[in-house]
């Protein structure tokens, strides 16, 4: 059971540049979720999904698109990146419901954008 | 909109030593309240978690937190720190939505541990 797992672990872009973030689940976890973590501001929600097939934006959307074709997978999408979009990112899945809401991390992605 | 305070951006504690760690809420309803520890260059870890019922709740680690309604507050404690504690911390509130299990995350606060 490896939980939540996260590539790749490091990455440099260039601006403009397109790229995908891909995250694995084998917890059969419904809800899925995408974060950003930059310094001195703790966890933004980007997107997240409650099942196969269904995404919602979170706090900060913009730039980023994601998909969700199975329970296991949940990649997020930069089309065109910029410099802001330079942080740590998160991948976290959950069981599902209010009550059963811990969420599991993967290690995170380190993205540069110069 | 709900929100979650870390008033404290460091703490430094001396091993051995007393720890609490600030965390105030904004929320419209009954919240469900977490705590989550990150080492680093690691993921989150979930420490303990508040529902309902008893409002002092045990966590992993040799952690509690106690859920105070009157102050909005969701303070982390451990009686005595070790040097492995020395981490970030994270408080966090939800649901965002309500039926969907997204939370709001403070801003974390980051615990030094001295010798």
């Known amino acids: 059971n490896a939980g939540v797992t996260q590539t790749p672990k490091f990455r440099i872009l260039k601006i403009g540049q397109s790229m995908t973030l891909q995250c694995t689940q084998d917890?059969?976890?419904?809800?899925m979720y995408w974060y950003r973590q930059d310094p001195g501001m703790g966890l933004k929600l980007i997107y997240y999904s409650v099942g196969a097939g269904i995404t919602d934006k979170g706090e900060v959307p913009n730039g980023y698109n994601v998909s969700r074709s199975t329970t296991e997978d949940f990649p997020l999408r930069l089309e065109l990146a910029a410099p802001s979009q330079t942080s740590v990112y998160f991948c976290?899945?959950?069981?599902?419901?209010?009550?059963?809401?811990?969420?599991?991390f993967g290690p995170g992605t380190r993205l540069t954008v110069l | 909109a709900q929100s979650v305070t870390q008033p404290d951006i460091h703490i430094t504690v001396s091993e051995g030593a007393s720890l609490e760690l600030r965390c105030n809420y904004s929320?419209?309803?009954?919240?469900?309240l977490f705590w989550y520890v990150q080492s680093p260059g690691q993921g989150l870890q979930l420490l303990l978690k508040y529902f309902s019922g008893d409002t002092l709740v045990q966590g992993i680690k040799g952690f509690e937190a106690e859920f105070k309604r009157s102050q909005s507050s969701f303070n982390l404690r451990k009686p005595s720190v070790h040097w492995s504690d020395a981490a970030e911390y994270f408080c966090?509130?939800?649901?965002?939505?309500?039926?969907?299990?997204?939370?709001?995350f403070g801003k974390g606060t980051m615990l030094l541990v001295s010798p």
């Open positions: 929320y419209g309803a009954t919240p469900y």
């Open positions: 976290a899945s959950s069981y599902g419901g209010i009550e059963d809401n811990e969420q599991f």
């Open positions: 966090a509130v939800g649901p965002l939505n309500s039926g969907y299990s997204t939370l709001t």
């Open positions: 917890m059969n976890h419904n809800y």
